[in-house]
């Protein structure tokens, strides 16, 4: 089986703060691990994506995210929040041998001025 | 100009008839995907399909039905079946259906029951 948990519904960061949204996962096998971000009334945007290799994955619009395999957790980062990151954001996993992306539910980033 | 369409935009549907929701993409990618979003409820995967001709049940598919005739080209129907069709409507599409591939998303589609 596979699953993944976003904790927290909503974040709230002031702009120009760094900002954090949690994503655990759990899976068996090896975790593909993706983070798409969307706005209101429209599709899902990718940000990044983790396969193998290093741990700190970069990603569009200056996101980052780091996987933790003892802590399965695969949490999204911005050193700076913008105003215009205010979003919704989800976390997926797909693990080696399933046929697909599982998604979590989501978690609003409001970035206050 | 490469990407995901899908249509309509809204769609309104009286309740015991069946609609269809288009999607095409222009992308040459072989996987194609329906998902359901609901408030609070991230997606749900309705079908997806890897390959022209075939398409696999995905954990909420009862109510639904698909065909794919053509590889650019996923179209879904919510049928009167579907005791709760109200939602937003994405479809994806990626290169192989590999676990590593990215999917893309369409802009979706809001059907509301009247």
């Known amino acids: 089986a596979q699953s993944v948990a976003q904790p927290e519904d909503q974040v709230n960061v002031a702009e120009g703060n760094p900002l954090t949204v949690k994503c655990t996962y759990s899976v068996s096998g090896n975790p593909y691990l993706f983070w798409y971000v969307q706005y209101p009334n429209r599709g899902l945007q990718f940000l990044l994506k983790?396969?193998?290799?290093?741990?700190l994955v970069k990603g569009s619009y200056g996101f980052e995210a780091e996987f933790n395999k003892s802590q399965t957790s695969f949490h999204l980062k911005k050193p700076s929040a913008l105003v215009s990151d205010s979003a919704l954001y989800f976390c997926?996993?797909?693990?080696?041998?399933?046929?697909?992306?599982?998604f979590g539910k989501g978690t609003m980033l409001l970035v206050s001025p | 100009d490469g990407g995901i369409t899908q249509s309509p935009k809204y769609l309104f549907r009286k309740e015991g008839q069946n609609v269809t929701l288009s999607c095409e993409q222009n992308l040459n990618h072989d996987a194609m995907y329906w998902y359901r979003q609901d408030p609070g409820q991230g997606l749900r995967l309705i079908y997806y399909s890897q390959i022209v001709n075939d398409f696999q049940k995905g954990d909420i598919a009862e109510g639904y039905s698909v065909s794919r005739e053509k590889k650019e080209s996923f179209p879904l129907t919510v049928t009167s079946a579907q005791k709760n069709p109200t939602a937003f409507y994405l479809c994806?599409?990626?290169?192989?259906?590999?676990?590593?591939?990215?999917?893309?998303f369409g802009p979706g589609t809001r059907l509301t029951v009247l």
């Open positions: 983790y396969i193998t290799g290093d741990n």
């Open positions: 994806a599409s990626s290169l192989a259906g590999g676990p590593i591939d990215t999917q893309y």
């Open positions: 997926a996993v797909r693990a080696s041998g399933y046929s697909t992306l599982t």
